[in-house]
């Protein structure tokens, strides 16, 4: 079996991201009659047309789609392999990173994560966007840098993810909230008002699933989509909310937090990015700071707990 010429790689990954063998011949430097040959000696290698016509434009195939991720990381591979080898000098670095979270994540990480970052490379800035999905598209496309979140089912298969710590539902309501006072029972917490923080608009979850195997049921007053919403409402009102204990701490300044009174479910937050940016130094230099952070983070508040 003959070794196929590996330079079709990057002639592919152009052609799958213009769509276009006019563009992707001027991208290359190449005149169209050439590409028109190279595109030839791709389907013949590949045994696929990869590019058919429709109208006036060309549409990729079902095979040229599932080529098009893979073939855009290796070649982004090969080209980091081939490039020189560079000493990051933060003092020196000037670029913007893009960091998609949900909500808490800033408000307590950010200040800390911020501060660290001027220290050792003023010349970065953080842009900080909120997660509403867990569409991992802009991961792929370069949009964000790095995010936040759950690893599940429904995240890209060749992300990259790192545990930054693990965290628990609690209970939070208003100073004052007739909650706040005496022993937390299943039956106590079922008779309240609540609020469900649910993203796609769930009416049950977890919790509810526990309940129910005691014969209880929590009512809820109202669903929103985000944990700032749902501490709002609670601290102007006796609603009750649960949220994540660590990504929420410092939104519930102020208010009442309890331990559920039936077993939930931890999860873990992780950091995901894309791989092409696996060996990236300043790539990894923002990694172990968010790493670092949210370490320090997590041990200031065992402290704290230890104490109270």
Known sequence: MSTPDLNLLVTLDVLLAEGSVARAARRLG??????SRALARLRETTGDPLLVRAGRGLVPTPRALELRESVGRLVQEAEAALRPSETLNLKQLVRIFTLRTREGFVENFGPELIARIAEQAPGVRLYFTQKLDKDSTPLRDGTIDLETGVVG???GPELRAQALFRDRFIGVVRRGHPLSEGVMTPARYAAGQHILVSRRGLKKGEIDEELERLGLERQI???????SAALALARASD?????PERYTGNLRVDMHSFALPVP????AISLLWHPRLDADPAHRWLRGCIRDVCAERRADLSARFEAG
């Open 30 to 35: 190449l005149s169209p009659s050439a590409m």
């Open 153 to 155: 089912d429904d995240t």
């Open 221 to 227: 007053a109202t669903i929103v989509g985000s944990f």
């Open 239 to 243: 609603l009750i909310v649960s949220v």
């Open 264 to 267: 939930t479910s931890d999860v």
